[in-house]
Nanobody, 119 residues
């Protein structure tokens, strides 16, 4: 009943920028945190950035000072502004939402959007 839809992926040259968006749809839930993970071929999915409903953020060391996560509580939407992109940022980026339905808590992931950074 909760759906996450990502957008904004694409291909850029090193040093370029992309802005990812993730909209959460559904009803009768509240969002505790939202964030972005990424997975490159042969690697585990890793957390990139996270933001709480109160606006507290945290980032992976590899993207700190280059990426910025923000959220719009009214729209149940999270954004990831990615600047100074590097080839090692190439991965499928997945939106994540930690949501509550009453007393129950669930993790939801989107389908992912490809980000490719060429040298």
């Amino acid at each position: 009943q909760v759906q996450l839809v990502e957008s904004g992926g694409g291909s850029v040259q090193a040093g370029g920028s992309l802005r990812l968006s993730c909209a959460v749809s559904g009803s009768d839930f509240s969002i505790n945190t939202m964030g972005w993970g990424r997975q490159a071929p042969g690697k585990r999915r890793e957390l990139v950035a996270r933001i709480t409903s109160g606006g507290i953020t945290n980032y992976a060391d590899s993207v700190k000072d280059r990426f910025t996560i923000s959220g719009d509580n009214a729209k149940n939407t999270v954004y990831l502004q990615m600047n100074s992109l590097k080839p090692e940022d190439t991965a499928v980026y997945y939106c994540h939402a930690d949501v509550s339905w009453g007393d129950r808590r669930y993790d939801h992931w989107g389908q992912g959007t490809q980000v490719t950074v060429s040298s």
